[in-house]
């Protein structure tokens, strides 16, 4: 049996959607990052804290959205901030993402608007 011929990398990455440079299997794709953000407010119809994904973090999660997106660009995680874990969505905003923090995960870790938190994520968890 021959075997087939190796695709270019433009091809490549056209069929897994990467962006140049990030490495991604469609079906093993998993990504965590630890990364420390301010707290903030969102005050709208439904108001939510959240806490930003640095920039740098976002070239990564938007290669492997793609392939873990429920819709919305919406990117399903495992959270972790000090011992509280949650399931959650990073919702796209400005380009990047932000981790919305539910109200029992700050009860439970008291924390207060405007804090520095280090937040750890799992997509693909």
């Known amino acids: 049996m021959r075997a087939r011929p190796a695709l270019p990398r433009r ?6 959607g990467a962006a140049p440079g ?4 469609p079906i093993l794709c998993r990504v965590n990052i630890e990364f420390s953000g301010e707290l903030w407010f969102w005050r709208g119809p439904a ?9 740098e ?5 938007a290669a492997t959205s793609p392939y873990v997106t429920y819709g919305w660009g919406m990117i399903p995680v495992t959270a972790r901030i000090g011992a509280t874990e949650w399931t959650t969505s990073l919702w796209p905003k400005d380009g990047g993402y932000i981790v919305p923090v539910k109200a029992w995960v700050r009860r439970a870790e008291k924390l ?3 804090d520095v938190v280090k937040i750890s994520l799992a997509v693909g968890a």
């Open 11 to 16: 091809a490549r990455r056209a069929l897994t």
């Open 22 to 25: 990030v490495r991604c299997v």
């Open 47 to 55: 108001p939510w804290h959240f806490v930003s994904v640095p920039e």
């Open 57 to 61: 973090e976002c070239g990564e999660l």
């Open 112 to 114: 207060e608007l405007g």
